[in-house]
């Protein structure tokens, strides 16, 4: 019973990990290409509501986005009312909020790829007649590849150790929003060490898989920067 | 005919200038333009190609207005059928140096980026990344690519500073023959007057 439960944890840690960095990425390569070559002078007040979760304390972003979930107030109740959507303790609940925690994670590698590459290439791109979505997708996204990466892998790794947010979020449901950091505080408040330590054991190893990645990526030239 | 009206405001480490230029071009000319470092012979290609947006700027080509700034028209990059071969020549990283050259091209046509790698010596390196060459073969590469291009307006800014005498001479005879065949009017940045001084039908000074 407890080996399926544990399963049923894991699963459900990396399905909520992979939906994030999955939407993230597909939010993530617009928004960071906007706040690289836009000049619109108020940018860096989306720049800094977007790095706001590396400073909040989840806690205080999960009690908000609670109350803005909850169907005694306005947004959650337009939810369940006419669209049958119930965020607070459920799983789509716990995406949409590590979709906002983890946005950080999965934009700076991207800015910082956009902004790192040299310029001229795009301009390239244009003198040829080549649109600005062509030019996104054959010329500049293959160029920051190893931002790509690393960007994905800090997502991908910091959602599976997302706590706090979850927690507020989705509080402690098997099967609907308890996934593995979770599950280890509720094995501690039990005092069951023995399956703490697996979920530890596994999110330890799987952290060190991810930054290992990058790492590893990131020794290898450099091959935008020459000329 | 390509009339040209610019006066844009440049920023330099001795002050702030003004970019000026005021001139009616022939089609299928070969213009050499000349002028001092940091004069803005750089810039000036860049607004030409809509890659900056001048202060003032008026660009017609034959009945095409490319830029207004007086009645707000300007036409982006992609629209203005002018190629640029950029001074450190942005190649793509991520492209062969064969894809490089395909890229560049409106009309894929297979055999004229084959014609351009035989023409400019880069048949052995096709396969091989920008990255991997000398500087010399990255500016033949990049020369190359512009050519494929097919553009009516030909933008070449320090097109033989890294290549030796004799690929200069194989590098000129393409030009000239691409100015011959297909009626672009190019436009080359130099700082060897001699260089050009018998193949130029237009000389360009910007002070």
Known sequence: ??????????????????????????????????????????????????????????????????????????????LQKYCDVRLAFSFQGIVIASIIANLPFMIQPLQNGFSALNDDLRQASYTMGKSKIVTLFKVLIPNIKKSVITGVALTFAHCIGEFGIVIMVGGNIPKETRIASVAIYDQVQALNFEAANRYAFVLFILSFLILLLIYSINRKTNFTTFR | MIEIQIRHQIFTSSGNKFLEVNERISEGSFVHVSGDSGIGKTTFFKILSGLIDPDFGFIKLNDKILLDTANKIFLPPQKRNISLMFQNYALFPNMTVKQNIAFAQTEKDENIVDELLENFALKTFENTSPSKLSGGQQQRVALARTLAQNAEIVLLDEPFSAVDIAMRKVMLNELLEFNKNNNSTLFVISHSEEEFESFSTYSLNII
Do not use: C, H
């Not at chain 1, 840690?13 to 390569?29: D, P, R, Y």
């Not at chain 1, 619109?40 to 908000?64: H, N, Q, R």
């Open chain 1, 1 to 78: 019973m407890l080996d399926q439960d544990f399963i049923y944890t894991l699963l459900l840690t990396g399905k909520l990990a992979l939906i994030t960095t999955v939407i993230l990425i597909l939010i993530g390569i617009p928004v960071a290409y906007w706040l690289s070559y836009s000049r619109f002078k108020l940018k860096f007040i989306t720049e800094t509501l977007i790095s706001m979760p590396m400073v909040l304390p989840p806690t205080v972003m999960g009690y908000y986005l609670l109350v803005a979930f909850s169907p005694e107030n306005a947004f959650g109740n337009f």
